[in-house]
Antibody, heavy 121, light 110 residues
């Protein structure tokens, strides 16, 4: 059974860089069938897709976050990571990692449990 | 403001049927498959429907999906109190090369 687990600091200071890692177990991140993505959810609000990457490093980014986001993959470690720079309080959210299908449509079939990141001094 | 438009809330009695709409455009729903997610309070979203009308293993057939033109619909029959959750539609926005979600619909089972 595929499992994803987010890890990283729960508290980040304003203007600093948020860094999260997603560790994939029970399957290989090197599958050509899938991408690996990040989604976030501010408290009490809806879901926002951030970015996705495949094993070869092909990436797609949300236009609204693209200037501040970097997504990367580490296939030997079966991990992928997210960096969000110059954070503000509006970046406070639960951050989820998920497996994303490739092709027409982009369903997310396996999700991590999510990790709350608070931006505060 | 979300690219995909969903009603903020819907409600129905136990045992009844409810539908949740998701409206988009030719650059997203009109040219891509739609998926639906259920998010129970305090938990991660769960895939309910993918590729417009397919159910992952383990999802009961009380849940159904359809798509017509630039809109999609999630249907839930035989409502149970355990179905109370937020429901989100999602698709690929070709003009942005990005995935997009609807704003979410809160289902209340009265």
């Amino acid at each position: 059974q595929l499992q994803l687990q987010e890890s990283g600091p729960g508290l980040v200071k304003p203007s600093e860089t948020l860094s999260l890692t997603c560790t994939v177990s029970g399957g290989s991140i090197s599958s050509s069938t899938y991408f690996w993505g990040w989604i976030r959810q501010p408290p009490g609000k809806g879901l926002e897709w951030i970015a996705t990457i495949n094993y070869s490093g092909r990436t797609y980014y949300s236009p609204s976050l693209k200037s501040r986001v970097t997504i990367s993959v580490d296939t030997p470690k079966n991990q992928f990571s997210l960096k969000l720079s110059s954070v503000t309080a509006s970046d406070t959210a639960v951050y989820y990692c998920a497996r994303q299908s490739s092709g027409s449509g982009s369903y997310l079939d396996y999700w991590g449990q999510g990790t709350l990141v608070t931006v505060s001094s | 403001q979300f690219v995909l438009t969903q009603p903020p809330s819907v409600s129905a009695a136990p045992g009844q049927k409810v539908t949740i709409s998701c409206s988009g455009s030719s650059s997203n729903i009109g040219n891509s498959h739609v998926s639906w997610y259920q998010q129970l309070p305090g938990t991660a979203p769960k895939l309910l429907i993918y590729e417009n009308d397919k159910r992952p293993s383990g999802i009961p057939d009380r849940f159904s999906g359809s798509k017509s033109g630039t809109s999609a619909t999630l249907g839930i029959t035989g409502l149970q109190t355990g179905d109370e959750a937020d429901y989100y539609c999602e698709t690929w926005e070709n003009s942005l090369s990005a995935a997009v979600f609807g704003g979410g619909t809160k289902l209340t089972v009265l």
